[in-house]
């Protein structure tokens, strides 16, 4: 089974992570720029970040033969902090970068004017640069998040097959579904969605546009889900091929029209240099 | 290492119309340099060049796009260096020994070997290094050691070498040793060579 995990924080997660990912079939990642469960105060501090998601993460991930691509945004929770606004200033250097591919995670939390603005500004950033974009729901009013997330999406021009409507729900897909918008469903241990659940919303709406992430951050989530995903899916009477497209072709599909995806050589079990391993501590 | 051979490395790329494009608009109007240089390895490509050995294609590439700019080799090559991704980084590193510059840049060899990233150390580790004070050199070369880059990428080994790295590298084999762990095959090599020399 090959895993494409198209939303996980890395960042927040240990080699022992990779290393088990790995094992399990994950062979590439699409790590959205997010907020760090500590509120940042000034745009340096995102300037830092978003260097290590294109520059450290990468290779971090390499060691366990992992491939690594990004998404920078600036997220809805710190948009409402006129600290971090300037961030959107700097983005357009990251939305040039090859690992970049995707605006995200925009999107609502609170629904506020603030994020309406980003939402709509950073939407126009992704038509600019010619990349797709990355839209978290949101976990609270959930419903009315959604719905006034796709007008904004339609306001901004930008294509629905380039938008990945993520964190969605039994109660959420249906106003998502014949928007020509791509489906993003997280897996999480208690919260948001389960492997049983998520095979019974693939039975109802298909395969096509719908994508499986742990969005595993340094919450209580579980980098394996994907995997467990695959299992359930098998279990429940699904054939590999449909396995493949949801936890592989799918986000190759949708992050494949930044054309900046670079899968070339993953059948390598692990980075090396020039013929030696690189698999050692710190220096 | 010369930008012509550089040029004619690069003559099997699939849009040598972008790269002529990128290379006149950037002699004439180097702040358009920063786009041309991240889109450099999608546009032209990754791979290794044929020749000059141990140079990739966007390496080759972006080296080119420096030395195309009419002056200020080094500023930009710092700002370039600063906001760059781990690719750009190195590929600045490359192309320092083909500027017209002198020994401005030695800052970003030392942010590069402060890293964890072993190809950026190892790109720190090229020609350009002859800049770089012998003390962070033999840390350099440490470095290489202990994370497994093999020592051929460091310029001028064998005459740079020096008593001191030698006794760095007995202390760290000897701590190998305690471990239980051997020492890469080049690093045991280069100490005979320097303990024979010295007792010599
Ligand atoms: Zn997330």
Redesign the pocket.
């Known amino acids: 089974m090959r895993i494409f995990d198209p939303?996980i924080?890395m960042t927040s997660r240990t080699t022992d992570d990779y290393e088990r990912m790995a094992a399990a079939g994950v062979r590439a990642v699409v790590e959205?720029a997010?907020w760090l469960g500590q509120p940042r105060t000034g745009v340096q501090s995102f300037v830092d970040y978003f260097d290590s998601l294109i520059g450290w993460e990468p290779f971090r991930a390499g060691q366990f033969g992992v491939r690594h691509h990004a998404t920078v945004a600036l997220n809805p929770k710190e948009a409402n902090d006129p600290r971090c606004r300037p961030v959107l200033d700097v983005l357009p250097r990251y939305l040039d970068k090859d690992g970049v591919v995707a605006v995200g995670?925009i999107g609502y939390d609170a629904m506020t004017p603030a994020e309406d603005a980003a939402l709509a500004g950073q939407l126009a950033l992704a038509v600019a640069h010619d990349l797709p974009a990355l839209v978290?729901t949101p976990h609270r009013d959930k419903a009315r998040g959604v719905e006034r997330t796709l007008a904004v999406v339609a306001e901004s021009g930008i294509a629905p097959g380039r938008v990945l409507i993520d964190h969605l729900n039994e109660v959420t897909v249906d106003l998502v579904r014949d928007t020509g918008c791509w489906l993003g469903f997280s897996i999480y241990p208690e919260t948001k969605m389960s492997p049983p659940r998520m095979v019974e919303l693939l039975k109802a709406y298909g395969t096509e546009r719908m994508l499986v992430n742990s969005?595993a951050?340094w919450g209580r989530s579980d980098p394996l889900l994907t995997r467990a995903t695959g299992e359930a899916m098998l279990d429940a009477g699904f054939d590999a091929d449909d396995v493949d497209r949801v936890l592989w072709r799918n986000p190759v599909e949708f992050y494949g029209q930044s054309g900046r995806l670079d899968l070339t050589d993953l059948e390598d079990p692990a980075a090396t240099f020039a013929g030696n391993s690189i698999l050692r501590g710190g220096a | 290492m010369t930008p012509d051979r550089l040029r004619a490395a690069l003559r099997g790329v699939p849009d040598p119309q972008w790269l002529d494009a990128a290379l006149r608009r950037v002699a004439t109007e180097p702040a358009a340099i920063p786009r041309y240089f991240a889109a450099a390895a999608r546009r032209c490509g990754r791979g290794p060049v044929p020749d000059p050995p141990g140079w990739t294609v966007d390496e080759a590439a972006r080296a080119l796009l420096l030395t195309a700019l009419p002056g200020g080799h080094a500023t930009v090559a710092e700002t370039l260096y600063r906001e760059g991704d781990a690719a750009e980084k190195r590929a600045v590193l490359r192309a320092l020994p083909l500027l017209p510059i002198g020994a401005e840049c030695v800052p970003l060899l030392h942010d590069a070997i402060r890293t964890n990233d072993t190809r950026l150390v190892a790109a720190a580790l090229g020609p350009y290094a002859r800049h770089l004070e012998q003390p962070a050199w033999r840390q350099a070369v440490l470095k290489c050691v202990f994370a497994g880059v093999p020592l051929a990428v460091v310029d001028g080994l064998p005459d740079r070498a020096d008593g001191e790295l030698a006794q760095m590298l007995a202390a760290y084999a000897a701590e190998r040793h305690a471990a239980g762990r051997a020492m890469p095959a080049d690093a045991t090599d280069l100490l005979d060579r320097l303990t024979t020399t010295t007792e010599a």
Do not use: K, V, Y
């Open positions: 939303h924080h959205p997010f995670e978290h969005a951050d």
